[in-house]
């Protein structure tokens, strides 16, 4: 979906990514955006290749940790993070999110979510078969339940399921990983749980399975100053 913030003042995006919705973010930020990676090669290849966009201007490439963020306090007004926060430590990185956004600032997440069926986590064994780097997606009614606990109230949340070729998502991860993703590995471990991923994921038994992204906006809740009694 367009992300189309309102009187945004200063925005942090987590991981460069492919770039293009960096730029998109970009074009409506009042001050800058921030784009934290923790790989300096990946922010370099974002620089050569949107260097020339009339809103990188306003972007500022930043290499660091997530569990570390190069952001002051209640700095930021929105928080992007897509398809990082199985790749790293999921309560530090949420910590620091949480601790940059300004009360009532918004965290926008994207990522894949397991099936609501799959409490065994059959999918996230499939998924660190090919890349060691994988923590765990997260159930969708766990993912709410982990921001609330962190002082996040839901404002929305969308699931989709996409097809996607094992091949190619294999070749993918491929590049990701000094020794490439284990693709028998992975394969294997859709066989050993067959008819969770017919039932859950879609397999036709070959090469073609469902993905279920989600895309979800939550709101930091407002400071409330506790009154004790003395």
Same mark, same amino acid.
């Given at each position: 979906?367009e992300?189309?913030?309102? @009187?945004?003042?200063?925005? /942090? ?13 970009? +074009?409506? /930020?009042?001050?800058k955006? &921030? ?7 990946? !922010? ?8 020339h ?11 660091? *940790?997530?569990? =570390? !963020? ?8 929105l &928080? ?6 199985? %790749? ?10 949480? $601790? ?5 600032g918004? %965290? ?10 799959d ?16 923590? @765990?997606?997260?159930?969708? =009614? ?11 109230? +839901?404002? =929305?949340?969308? *699931?989709? $399921?996409?097809?996607? *070729? ?8 491929? *590049? ?15 066989? $050993?749980?067959?008819?969770?991923f ?5 397999w @036709? ?14 709101? +930091? ?7 004790? +009694?003395?």
């Open positions: 979906p992300i189309v913030p309102v @009187d945004m003042k200063e925005q /942090v995006k987590l991981g460069a990514g492919e770039g293009e919705l960096a730029c998109a973010l970009a +074009k409506h /930020v009042k001050k955006l &921030v784009v934290i990676d923790p790989s300096y090669e990946a !922010l370099e290849l974002f620089r050569k290749k949107y260097a966009d009339p809103s990188f201007g306003k972007i500022e490439c930043v290499c660091g *940790s997530f569990f =570390s !963020l190069p952001v002051d306090y209640f700095k930021a007004d &928080v992007v993070v897509i398809d990082y926060l199985d %790749l790293a430590d999921s309560y530090r990185t949420v910590d620091e999110i949480v $601790r940059v956004l300004r009360y009532e918004i %965290l926008f997440f994207g990522g894949i979510v397991l099936d609501h069926r409490v065994e986590g059959a999918y996230d064994e499939f998924v660190h078969a090919a890349n060691p780097f994988h923590n @765990d997606y997260y159930l969708e =009614s766990d993912l709410e339940t982990f921001l609330k606990l962190k002082n996040f109230a +839901k404002i =929305s949340t969308e *699931s989709a $399921r996409v097809k996607i *070729s094992l091949g190619e998502w294999l070749e993918g991860w491929s *590049s990701f990983t000094a020794d490439g993703s284990d693709a028998s590995e992975a394969r294997g471990a859709i066989e $050993r749980s067959a008819e969770v017919t039932s859950l994921y879609g @036709d038994g070959k090469d073609s399975l469902d993905e279920i992204g989600c895309t979800a906006v939550f709101r +930091k809740n407002a400071y409330v100053e506790e009154e004790h +009694k003395i």
